[in-house]
T-cell receptor, first 116, second 114 residues
């Protein structure tokens, strides 16, 4: 079974600075998707960024980018120019692209605080 | 376009009571999911459905039942609530096939079982 590990329960960053959240995963599959979700205090789960394993180029969405290292099974999220609104729980998630439709497998999350 | 909606937003139950959580989506998605979120545990899949009339068990299905009588609705039932079911419940939906890699989440239902 696939597992997703987020080794940093909590992180903090100064406003306007850059922070990197770590995520590693374990799988024997070669084709899959990886995601980062943001969960603010409202509890809504918001998709931040996604990466397809067969694409070598790292995904970017405005201030959010990933460092996808397939061989190392690592998928870190970099937030540049951090803003107060970035404060939230961040979840890394995995989904197989091989075995039909399979649900997401989530990590336990990293709580990010942004200091003004 | 409301996306994924959940009813109710918050509920308090006594041990042994029953209730049904409703999830509705207006995106014509084939797949729907129920997760629970507990502190330090992340999100865990309870049940999911790949189409109208079909359901399957997830990681933590015990104590829950589900039904998908209509494509747009996915119901989660607790027949006899227990304090261990105190949690935040999220519903999600997605397209089928390869393009279904992105799940859209509802706002969550907070359930407290006393």
């Amino acid at each position: 079974a696939q597992t997703v590990t987020q080794s940093q329960p909590e992180m903090s960053v100064q406003e306007a600075e850059t922070v990197t959240l770590s995520c590693t995963y374990d799988t024997s599959e070669s084709d899959y998707y990886l995601f980062w979700y943001k969960q603010p205090p409202s509890r809504q789960m918001i998709l931040v960024i996604r990466q397809e394993a067969y694409k070598q180029q790292n995904a970017t969405e405005n201030r959010f980018s990933v460092n996808f290292q397939k061989a190392a099974k690592s998928f870190s999220l970099k937030i540049s120019d951090s803003q107060l609104g970035d404060a939230a729980m961040y979840f890394c998630a995995y989904r197989s692209a091989i075995r039909g439709n399979t649900p997401l497998v989530f990590g336990k999350g990293t709580r990010l605080s942004v200091i003004a | 376009n409301a996306g994924v909606t959940q009813t109710p937003k918050f509920r308090v139950l006594k041990t042994g009571q029953s209730m049904t959580l409703l999830c509705a989506q207006d995106m014509n998605h084939e797949y729907m999911y129920w997760y629970r979120q507990d502190p330090g545990m992340g999100l865990r899949l309870i049940h999911y459905s790949v189409g109208e009339g079909t359901t399957a068990k997830g990681e933590v299905p015990d104590g829950y039942n589900v039904s998908r009588l209509k494509k747009q609705n996915f119901l989660l039932g607790l027949e006899s609530a227990a304090p261990s079911q105190t949690s935040v419940y999220f519903c999600a939906s997605s397209y089928s096939g390869r393009w279904g890699e992105t799940q859209y989440f509802g706002p969550g239902t907070r359930l407290l079982v006393l």
